[in-house]
């Protein structure tokens, strides 16, 4: 088990550290960064001056070196924009981001697995058609359409809830609904396979013979078992949905870390799109190295070995 | 009619049918079998796979699937109606009176917990009783068979036993309660040769010893002649010969049956180098009307009647019965086989 | 014995070739008919959009500005109505058709060659290979789509090309798992091993022996990642960061419209409703493919 946590582990910080030289070289991308800050008004001689105040002018590797120790020291650049350190914005911006995402997948699980388990227990019934449909429908759905559409019926048709802002936690439900939905249709299929893949076990035969009542059966034996690999999807989704929230934060202007990367882009706003883009990778890394974890964990074959 | 002498049998079956729905119709699995097991009896249902053995067990349980058809003219355990039961009085007799061993033993322990949970989980379901009293039961209960250091083992997970002591962890969990009937479906042939004896003696031993009634479900006629008392033939969803191990074993009737026995030697009639039996075809598809005798196909005694309904015979006094057109099996001018 | 052989016992189930199994689990598929259908006339929209359209995409007319659609009294002019710019909505919904579906066939394409190239690699070759394909793929994972496509295309300056491009080198992690799996599961095989026993090239063994035999699961993969490419497209020029102005992309009249939504929401529900009916037949057709090619591995 160690064993495995530590290679994990390993693995994991060699993939950060490959998604940080990524996201170091898309300063680059566009060529010169000195006369993308200075804009279009610039001089070269105001180029060569930012050039030389960021340092562009020192080989590659030895800025990549200078901004990876400084971010691991927790200093992330200067924003061109709001002239911030980063970090401080992208902590106090996190937030709102990270208890979107939280509801997001809880409320994605909440919906999902219960589905999932009601249409392995009746596949082919009316519930297993009607969650099959929607696992379709909902993959085909652009979350900015379903968004908007949410807002015109709930906010603007019935007033029920507020369009945007982050004022209360009504404010959070059509959010939380828009990021979630994303995830229901891979968690609900993978519920409902392992469920039906479980319940058709030898082991579950078992539990049957010894007279276990069914809701035993099917929540302690089978579920258990099923719910493994779900854990795993959470996971990534969980990842996915940090990296989404830019979409749903932009409609519902909800100012968190996705609505941060927006402005950003929009404003050329480099350091802060880096650092971001490295943050949000970060999370998702740790989520699944988290999960790998925790499955580990939950799998007693694992768990030994 | 009762006999007043004998006492009730434990199970009683009668006109047992399975019907399973398939794309291409009905599957006829299991077609109006009849049988009993007395208290304390060992009775052995063999037959090839696929005829309708282990669906027959399944069904005695209560375990077949939700779309497959279950009927019975009678089917009683101590009295109690099986045919009508609620869920709620199967569930009570699962585990706790009846209970199961299955051909498996490497899927059919749950990989998620522990081997002391899956032990005592019908314990505590059936009776009110411990958590550390049931613990003890099961250490008392591995000991028995055959399991070392078996406080240890309770911690365990089924991934970290052998098929073997695995096999040995399903027979003490079916034993848990003491029931009166236990059902063994096939409970050597995932083993090793070497472990098949060791785990069968067990089996049996125990069985005398607690005086449960078995049924031992098995396509091996080796273990049959030695451990039952009751042999049952069964053939494509019938039960085309039973009787007594004596009176099956040394007075075959059925053509079918006195084909197997001609497949495994025996001692002192087989003679050294001779070719064993062979049952030429293939077991006939059960989708669709199934009519007259199953076996006809394969059978060379076959006129043109066992296209017809099959008279069941009782060629004794006993319990010996079997299914043919043929009186005493054989075609008129038939040579006798055994 | 010979009295037997018409026995309805012995009737043996003469099965259909498996070409017939094929064509009969095909149109057994309602789902899958229902998104092939939709899709075929979609992409014939999009071929004949110059005929299609009753007026041109681009043409402003600001005296008729935001005139609303037939069913909500419009005129037959402008059946769908028109935008804030006074452009004919129906006219810019058709060629809205060309830029999804072009963005969304080119980038799966790109990305399938990549993620095929590299899951084939790393399934067939194993070892080393697949190390660095597994690793790859998790960088890959680990880096938020939406967020570094619209980083890349805005620094790139916002075009159909660009926009292309960045999907289709974003979009390969799924080919390269799937491919992967697949490869795994067949190199395995028996034919694959005679192949090699007799000498067979590598680049052989790979196209006639390997490729002919995941080809239907790649098939599935570049529907679910056309509807992918499709899907993020929209976003992107919904963010204003994708396709620009005035190009007529769906995701960018809803963003379009989104200014007007409280009076005038048709004008956001008419393309949303549509990129919504084109990823679902894509969709529909994709997990048709995969119940009627692979059903046993349906999930």
Known sequence: MLQFILKRLGLALLVALTVSIISFSLLFLSGDPAAAIGGETATDQDIEAIRVLYGFDRPLPVQYWDWLSSALAGDLGESYYFKLPVATLIVDRLQITMLLGVCGITFALLTAVPLGVVAAIRPNSFIDRLALFLSVAGQAMPSFWFGLILIVVFAIQLGWLPPSGTASAAHFVMPTIVLGYYAMPAIMRLTRAGMLDVLSSDYIRTARAKGAPEGRVLFKHALRNAIIPVVSLAAVQMGFMLGGSIVVESIFALHGAGYLAWESIARNDLPTVQALILVFSLFYIIFTFLSDVLNAWLDPRMRAG | ?338 | MSDMTTDPLLAQITGPTPGQLLRRRIFGHQGLLIGAVVLALLVLVALFAPVLAPHDPYAQNLLERMQPPVFLGGTWNHPLGTDHLGRDYLSRLIYGARVSLLIGTIAALISGLIGTAMGVAAGYFGGRVDAVVTFLINVRLAMPVVLVALAVVAIMGGSLQVVIVVLGLLLWDRFAVVMRSSTLQVRGREYVAAARAVGCSTPRILLSEIMPNIVNNLIVVVTLEMAHAILLEAALSFLGLGVQPPTPSWGLMVSEGKNMMLFEPWMVLIPGAVLFVLVLAINLMGDGLRDVTAPENRS
Request: aromatic share 2%; hydrophobic share 40%; with cysteine.
């Open chain 2, 1 to 338: 009619m009762p006999d007043p002498l004998l006492p009730e049998p434990l199970l009683t079956v009668r006109g047992l049918t399975i019907d399973i729905p398939v794309g291409g119709g009905t599957l006829h699995a299991v077609r109006g079998i009849d049988f009993d097991v007395n208290r304390g009896e060992t009775l052995c249902i063999v037959g090839e796979s696929g005829s309708g053995k282990s669906l027959t067990s399944l069904a005695l349980m209560g375990l077949l699937g939700g779309r497959i058809d279950r009927r019975a003219a009678r089917m009683e355990f101590d009295g109690i109606d099986l045919t009508g039961a609620n869920k709620r009085t199967m569930r009570a007799l699962r585990g706790d009176r009846m209970s199961m061993i299955f051909q498996e033993p490497m899927t059919s322990l749950n990989p998620a917990y522990s081997i002391g949970d899956q032990l005592t989980e019908a314990l505590l379901l059936h009776r009110d009783i411990s958590r550390d009293a049931a613990r003890a039961r099961a250490v008392e209960l591995l000991e028995k068979v055959g399991i070392t250091a078996a406080a240890s083992r309770l911690g365990q997970y089924p991934h970290q036993l052998s098929g073997g002591l695995r096999q040995r962890v399903m027979i003490a969990m079916a034993l848990m309660c003491e029931p009166e009937l236990i059902i063994a479906d096939e409970p050597t042939t995932a083993l090793d040769v070497t472990i098949q004896a060791q785990i069968l003696r067990l089996l049996v031993e125990l069985g005398r010893e607690m005086n449960m009634a078995m049924i031992l479900i098995t396509h091996d006629l080796g273990v049959v002649a030695r451990v039952a008392d009751k042999v049952a033939v069964m053939y494509a969803g019938e039960l085309v010969e039973t009787g007594s191990a004596d009176e099956v074993f040394n007075a075959p009737m059925h053509p079918y049956t006195r084909g197997l026995l001609r497949c495994i030697p025996q001692p002192g009639k087989t003679e050294r180098g001779a070719r064993l039996g062979t049952i030429p075809g293939i077991v006939p598809s059960l989708v669709g009307k199934v009519s007259g005798c199953p076996f006809r196909t394969r059978c060379d005694q076959v006129v043109d009647a066992c296209r017809q309904d099959v008279p069941h015979r009782h060629p004794g006094a006993g319990e010996h019965a079997f299914r043919c057109v043929h009186e005493n099996g054989l075609r008129a001018g038939g040579e006798v086989v055994t």
